[in-house]
């Protein structure tokens, strides 16, 4: 019997938020399941990240390697292999990937309703708004039904959105198994707003926290917004198990893989001047937490895994045939053979036009000298810019880019980056030593 399996997806979570006093119910489900520890997003910014799975390729290679840029409507989509297999699709919340970029030229539907062919093929329930944060705030808002029907919303985000999943579990009558992608926009900040925006009643729970050592060590704004950040996730988990009772009431829960992630993490603009597009892993390190299937049981895995390999990981757990050109290794695969990669690779856009891979050990990235990385996929010449021995330096404290004592591992660390470059853009760039800046 196909699975059913249902995607909980958030955004802009850290990985160590996944604690039994922020996410009990997620902790529950780990015990139960399995939880990646080592977890990371291949594009540490939303729209790249969120093609990345529709597409089951990196951001370069679908075209969607910033915000803003449309899911090219010429690839078949993780929901069209689902809909040929004879599963349901449904997606709820946050979309990301329907308006074009160029402001008054082609579509633009940031806060009206995605068009149809624009719905990535999730045909049989779609309750969703491109720009979710354009169309809600932490209270309140709306998002559009498959005809484009505005449906408005009153209450805490979150909770609204996952009512419209719950309504699709109720509502579904036929035998098929169901594909069903919720996707969240919380903890994300509201930019308008200008702040996280966490259920008013959680909020002093949280006003006590310590904050980690990746942060703390830094100037940033999360003194302020931690509080909100971390009542935006206990949300989260709190719905989590709303979808967990609903499951168990209807007599499907055995029967359905759950696999929750997000897109990228949080680092508080102590990295930048805002909340990601950094290779630090405040910013790409995710939670990944899988039960049910063969994640049954799986206990705490060790292994290097990368936001490419859900994709074709969901494909496997339903049975259909993983297409030659996804990126990604399935964990089906990965769990049964014993597999391990050496790395996992990252594009970074918008701050920089980078190039990233992060080893058990070690991160390394190299950046282009040029601002092109809001205009630019690729560069033909980086020059490195950071490297971090994470078990020596878990918080990322001290940048050993200019190190002598790690020559050799920058030089195999360039080899290794220059090996993953190649296999995705079929390029062979220069990487240079990292500028010295000589004081005058």
């Known amino acids: 019997m196909q699975p059913n399996i249902i995607f909980y997806f958030s955004d802009q979570q850290r990985s160590d938020t996944v604690t039994e006093d922020i996410m009990p119910t997620l ?86 309703a995605v068009p149809k062919e624009r719905q990535g093929g999730y045909r049989d329930w779609w309750r969703a708004s ?38 699709y579990l109720d509502q579904k009558t036929s035998e098929k198994p169901f594909f069903l992608f919720l996707s969240h926009i919380e903890p994300h900040h509201q ?16 006003q006590n926290t310590p904050i980690p ?54 680092h508080f603009k102590t990295r930048n001047v805002e909340y990601k597009r950094s290779c630090h892993d405040s910013a790409i390190h995710t939670p990944l937490v899988i039960l049910g299937g063969p994640f049954r049981g799986g206990g705490v895995q060790s292994r290097l895994v990368s936001l490419i390999d859900l994709p074709p990981t969901l494909l496997d757990l339903a049975g259909i045939p993983v297409p030659k050109n996804y990126m990604g290794k399935s964990l089906v695969q990965e769990l049964k053979t014993g597999e391990e990669r050496d790395c996992v690779f990252l594009q970074i856009s918008e701050s920089q036009c980078g190039r990233a891979i992060r080893t058990k050990k070690y991160t390394y990235s190299v950046r282009s000298a040029a601002l092109t990385g809001f205009v630019k996929s690729y560069a033909n010449v980086y020059f490195e810019d950071y490297l971090y021995d994470n078990e020596k330096d878990p918080a990322q404290k001290r940048n050993l880019i200019r190190d002598k004592v790690y020559k050799a591992v920058r030089r195999d660390l360039r080899q290794k980056l220059l090996r993953e470059i190649y296999k995705v853009e079929q390029k062979t760039p220069k990487i240079l030593p990292a500028v010295i800046v000589r004081k005058k």
Not at 70 to 81: E, G, R, S, V, W
Not at 138 to 166: E, M, P, S
Request: aromatic fraction near 12%; hydrophobic fraction near 30%.
């Open 27 to 112: 902790c529950d489900l780990a015990k139960e399941g399995t939880r990646f520890e080592n977890s990371f997003t291949c594009q540490p910014v939303c729209g790249p990240a969120r093609a990345c799975l529709q597409s089951g390729v990196y951001a370069t290679q679908c075209g969607c390697f910033k915000n803003g840029v449309a899911l090219p409507q010429n690839i078949k989509t993780l929901a069209d292999y689902f809909n040929d297999a004879g599963y349901e699709t449904a997606y709820v919340g946050k979309w990301h990937l329907a308006s074009d970029p160029v402001p008054g030229v082609g579509v633009h539907c940031e806060k009206t």
């Open 130 to 167: 491109d720009v979710l944060e354009f169309t809600s705030h932490g209270y309140d808002g709306y998002v559009f039904d498959g005809d484009g029907n505005q449906i408005d919303f009153k209450g805490y985000r979150a909770d609204c959105i996952t009512d419209f999943a719950l309504q």
């Open 191 to 206: 930019n308008d707003h200008g702040r996280f925006e966490g259920p008013k009643e959680l909020v002093p729970e949280f």
């Open 213 to 266: 050592e990746d942060l703390s060590f830094l100037r940033g704004d999360y003194e302020k917004m931690y509080p909100d950040y971390l009542a935006c996730i206990r949300s989260l988990d709190d719905n989590l198990k709303r979808i967990v009772i609903k499951l168990k009431e209807k007599g499907l829960f055995e029967n359905t893989v759950i696999v929750y992630t997000s897109d990228h993490g949080c």
